[in-house]
């Protein structure tokens, strides 16, 4: 038996079929087509799959669908305007932050999240929200300085 649900992804709303089994990456990326979100653990513990759902940064690995039937989702792929970088990928990009590129999606919706409620976040609170991701490549001296530039950036009002 299937069901419907809607879904707002990046300012696009539309109304889908599912099973009722799929997670919300699965949604994102197969019926919105929106591929930055990317599949690591499937448990919650790495943070590749963060995606911002109502203003929160939730980990869409774990999460119900069907459960967010109306949601407003944002993707690293929203962040963007065309070919104009949010200024926390230009800032993890400057620092070298971005090596595979698999974890930096999670990573930079989790800091948006962070950012956009508290542009004053203290270094103690930045080190806390990027210990929720797992990076294999750097060895996150780059990813903190990129959040760090960031904040800078975001404050500063570059786009």
Known sequence: MSEKITLKVNGRKKTIEI????????????????????????????????VIVNGEAKRSCVLPAKKYDGAEIVTVEGLANGTDLHPIQTALIEEGAVQCGYCIPGIVMELCVLYTNNLDASLDEIKDALEKHFCRCTGYEAILSGALLAQKYMKEGKK
Do not use: P, Q, Y
Request: charged share 35%; with cysteine; hydrophobic share 30%.
């Open 19 to 50: 099973a009722g089994w799929e997670k919300l990456i699965d949604v994102i990326r197969e019926d919105f087509e929106m591929t930055g979100t990317k599949r690591g653990c499937d448990d919650a513990s790495c943070g590749a799959c963060t």
